[in-house]
């Protein structure tokens, strides 16, 4: 089954101790990217990678890292959380040409509470 | 001004009614545009994609008006199971990124 997987689902963590999202994908897609989701905010974009060992900043880069080193995985860190990083995330991947189709292929979703 | 806005509502409707969703974007270089589906803490999913021609899926009628910079989304003899959150959604791709922007979505909810 295509599908995106993220771990852990659900996180209480409290503020400076560093922690990892894990994301992975069984589709082969060149593309993945980690969004958060916040109330009146909507989906936006941390960081995306357009293929292995090809990352950059999306619109709200500040407080998280990210590596591809492998093409399936690409790992959300946050160093040093903090209350403001309290949000949802989600991976997504899709292959080239997203321009045409739309469509990025989601994970579930980490719930994080940073206290 | 945020890139792609929509109404957040909630729209209340009865079923079996039409009902209709409007989303702006501000980016005139935005090369296409779609529409996903959200249900309650769950992950966004690709409902359609909008031409300028409109398309048609089933119930469902997507409109783009480049000119206006304006999406469009009708939902005809609502189901129970519309109710969700619909995103609206710019693509562009600006120097090899490839982005989709979302809007902050406008909350349906079908009243039996």
């Known amino acids: 089954e295509a599908q995106v997987t993220q771990n852990p689902r659900y996180l209480i963590t409290v503020t400076g101790k560093k922690l990892t999202v894990t994301c992975s994908q069984n589709?082969?897609?060149?593309?993945m990217s980690w969004y958060r989701q916040d109330p009146g905010l909507g989906l936006r974009q941390i960081y995306y990678?357009?293929?292995?060992?090809?990352?950059d900043k999306g619109d709200v880069p500040e407080g998280y890292k990210v590596s591809r080193k492998e093409k399936r995985n690409f790992p959300l860190i946050l160093e040093s959380p903090s209350p403001n990083q309290t949000s949802l995330y989600f991976c997504?991947?899709?292959?080239?040409?997203?321009?045409?189709?739309?469509?990025?292929?989601f994970g579930p979703g980490t719930r994080l509470t940073v206290t | 001004r945020k890139e792609v806005e929509q109404d957040p509502g909630p729209f209340n409707v009865p079923e079996g009614a039409t009902v209709a969703f409007n989303c702006t974007y501000s980016?005139?270089?935005?090369?296409?545009f779609f529409w996903y589906r959200q249900d309650c803490r769950k992950e966004p999913k690709l409902l359609m994609s909008?031409?300028?021609s409109g398309n048609e899926d089933g119930r469902f009628t997507a409109q783009l008006n480049r000119a206006s910079q304006y999406i469009s989304l009708l939902i005809r003899d609502s189901k129970l199971s519309d109710s969700a959150t619909y995103l609206c959604?710019?693509?562009?791709?600006?120097?090899?990124?490839?982005?989709?922007?979302f809007g902050t979505g406008t909350r349906l909810t079908i009243i039996p």
């Open positions: 997504a991947s899709s292959s080239a040409g997203t321009r045409y189709t739309g469509e990025q292929y």
């Open positions: 589709m082969n897609h060149e593309y």
């Open positions: 990678s357009m293929n292995v060992e090809v990352t």
């Open positions: 980016n005139s270089a935005s090369q296409s």
């Open positions: 909008v031409y300028s």
């Open positions: 959604v710019a693509y562009i791709s600006n120097f090899g990124n490839e982005k989709l922007t």
